[in-house]
């Protein structure tokens, strides 16, 4: 079992930028595939980037490519997700979620195992 733990959602303005936290325990960490993925109200869970278990290779959806950037201290157990020049079409709850794996990520919701229980964020104009 692994516990997931969100941390540093809050409200900025359009430009602006927030680090998100994730916060891990229970199993080792070092094993899991990692990913970030948000809700915006009355939307279905979209995926946002996920990073591998070493933290060597990374991936994001096209809509954050080159604004977030995703990263893990496998040391620390915590994952990371800085996002920079934020939108309002950001706007919504940032999730992590984990799954068991040393040979892939997915960018699925139903793939992963393991949630947090999100943090907000919203974006103002």
């Known amino acids: 079992q692994v516990q997931l733990a969100e941390s540093g959602g809050g409200l900025v303005q359009a430009g602006g930028s927030l680090r998100l936290s994730c916060a891990a325990s229970g199993r080792a960490f070092s094993g899991y595939a990692m990913a970030w993925f948000r809700q915006a109200p009355g939307k279905e869970r979209e995926f946002v980037a996920a990073i591998a278990w070493s933290g060597g290779s990374t991936y994001y959806a096209d809509s954050v490519k080159g604004r977030f950037t995703i990263s893990r201290d496998n040391a620390k157990n915590r994952m990371y997700l800085q996002m920079n020049s934020l939108k309002p079409e950001d706007t919504a709850v940032y999730h992590c979620?984990?799954?068991?794996?040393?040979?892939?990520?997915?960018?699925?919701?139903?793939?992963?195992?393991?949630w947090g229980q999100g943090t907000q964020v919203t974006v103002s104009s």
């Open positions: 979620a984990a799954r068991d794996s040393r040979n892939y990520y997915r960018t699925e919701v139903s793939w992963y195992d393991y």
